[in-house]
């Protein structure tokens, strides 16, 4: 840019104090330099920048404060400032700390003066750059985590699909709502005589001797109601061959499949429905008492990984397994009953009303994301999966909450750089067109201002004064939301004044 040919100069009034404003206003980091590099003084935004870390830089020429791989770039933007450029570039350099990757900062440096000790002043303007790397490498590390689901998808599809392909029983994938044959496996083409083509798509009852169409309905509906039932013997349509025909139940999101097994029967098999089993098997089979199943639903219980946790539709907590008490660092199953689930689950106590209010309206819930807060103070990021399940005239709460700190990139309960909060907002969406609106803002407004207040602080770097620029607040206002929320580590002496 030209310079003027006469007049005073333009910064010619301005005193120390307030060009240290000016420079600090401009950029988050501004370093005032001889024409040799040395830096003069620094001037930052923030007072992360301006700790003593920065401060030892007075003194010292700007190349040592940079790492060696930044140091030409440095030269470079010297040189380009000695030469008065009129296009001055930016370019990122990155300063290394104890501890830590460094604070990586774009600069560009203009020649302000020529006059003066050692031929002039150069300042350097500065851009923290931490906030855009924190993003770009939680997007790397989304996109990292994305490509590992997909390829363990892969590896258990591959899995699954040589398993189908190459077992020697007949099995076919139904659609259990409307019946129609999805899959068949080559054992089945075989049995069936007939092609991939042919299968696919045809009606089950088709596949079987009409006479026998209702008991094959009976079948099916047993097994979509109690997924139990005792196998059909039966005999393909147009043929002589019998065959066995059994069928178990499995859902992906909210449908459910039927994976139909047909056996042909033969002469020394070990008698109707049970083909290549002894009747001693059979009997051991259908023999399983409802103390049995009590026993073994209880051992699961007691065995499992996940903590499982029934409780009143009040939230209270009736029984706990193990591995919710170790996640809770209780010592016994006694300290957890009658006391609220939201005593160690949420980050909020209107989390678990929400939770509690989307499982009166579906029945059932999957992945809510919150974390759990152990007795000695460990928080362990979750996600929980719940059931309301009906007994006669009462309903019980079934919760299964799983530790996913590890999948999350968590140690110790605290959060890794870069890794986004929880999105349990998503939850509440669910109840628009269930609940009144009136009734969904009294239950999350504490919960949906903690959420905004967080990521705003997480967006400016715990920044406050730009966190209540961005979520419309004075500085007071938010200060004092800060102190309700127990966020942002305020001391007794911070001033909520601004």
């Known amino acids: ?69 930044s140091r030409e770039k440095v030269e470079a933007l010297l040189e380009e400032a000695r030469q008065a450029a009129e296009a001055a570039r930016w370019r990122q350099v990155t300063h290394p700390v104890p501890e830590g990757e460094g604070i990586p900062v774009l600069y560009s440096a203009i020649r302000v003066s020529d006059e003066g000790p050692g031929g002039g002043r150069i300042i350097a303007f500065g851009r923290d750059l931490r906030a855009m790397v924190a993003l770009q490498r939680g997007l790397v590390e989304a996109q990292q985590a ?8 892969r590896e258990a599809e591959t899995r699954y699909r040589h398993l ?16 129609k044959i999805l899959e068949a496996n080559p054992a089945a083409r075989t049995l069936c005589a007939g092609s991939r083509s042919k299968l696919v798509g045809s009606q089950l009852a088709t596949l079987i001797d009409p006479t026998h169409g209702e008991r094959l309905q009976n079948l099916l509906a047993a097994a979509r109601s109690v997924g139990r039932h005792e196998p059909l013997r039966t005999r393909l349509a147009g043929e002589a061959q019998e065959v066995v025909l059994s069928a178990s139940v499995f859902r992906q999101e909210q449908s459910a499949f039927l994976m139909v097994r047909l056996a042909p029967v033969s002469s020394d098999s070990g008698g109707p429905g049970m083909p290549g089993k002894s009747r001693s098997a059979a009997a051991a089979h259908g023999s399983t008492s409802d103390g049995g199943w009590e026993a073994i639903l209880r051992a699961f219980v007691n065995s499992a990984p996940d903590g499982l946790v029934f ?26 009953r009658s006391q609220p689930l939201d005593r160690w689950v949420g980050r909020t106590g209107v989390e678990l009303g929400v939770l509690i209010g989307n499982l009166r309206q579906r029945g059932s819930i999957g992945l809510f994301t919150t974390t759990l807060r152990g007795e000695y103070g460990a928080q362990t990021d979750v996600e929980i999966s719940g059931a309301a399940l009906s007994l006669g005239d009462s309903t019980l709460l079934a919760f299964a909450v799983r530790n996913v700190a590890r999948r999350l990139g968590t140690t110790g309960g605290e959060p890794a750089a870069g890794v986004p909060m929880p999105r349990s ?40 004064a730009s966190a209540a620029t961005l979520l419309g607040l004075s500085r007071q206002s938010l200060y004092v939301k800060l102190r309700r929320f127990g966020l942002g580590n305020l001391g007794p002496g911070d001033d909520e004044r601004g």
């Open 311 to 336: 409780c009143e539709p009040t939230g209270k907590i009736i029984a706990a397994n193990p591995a919710f008490l170790a996640l809770a660092q209780l010592g016994t199953e006694e300290q957890a």
């Open 164 to 179: 189908f392909e190459t077992a020697n029983d007949a099995l076919l994938i139904v659609d259990g709502a409307a019946l």
């Open 425 to 464: 907002v998503s939850e509440l969406t669910e109840l628009v067109g269930r609940t009144p609106l009136k009734e969904i803002v009294s239950e999350t407004t504490d919960l949906i201002e903690q959420l905004c207040i967080e990521t705003a602080l997480q967006m400016t770097q715990d920044n406050r």
């Open 1 to 69: 840019m030209p310079r003027a040919k006469s007049g005073p100069p333009v910064m010619g009034d301005i005193d120390a104090q307030t060009a240290s404003r000016l420079l600090g206003a401009s950029s988050d980091i501004a370093l005032v330099l001889d024409t040799d590099g040395k830096i003069l003084d620094v001037v930052a935004q923030t007072k992360e920048l301006a700790d003593e870390v920065v401060r030892k830089w007075r003194g010292r020429l700007w190349a040592q404060t940079v790492t060696p791989e």
């Open 146 to 153: 994305m490509e590992q689901d997909y390829w363990r998808f």
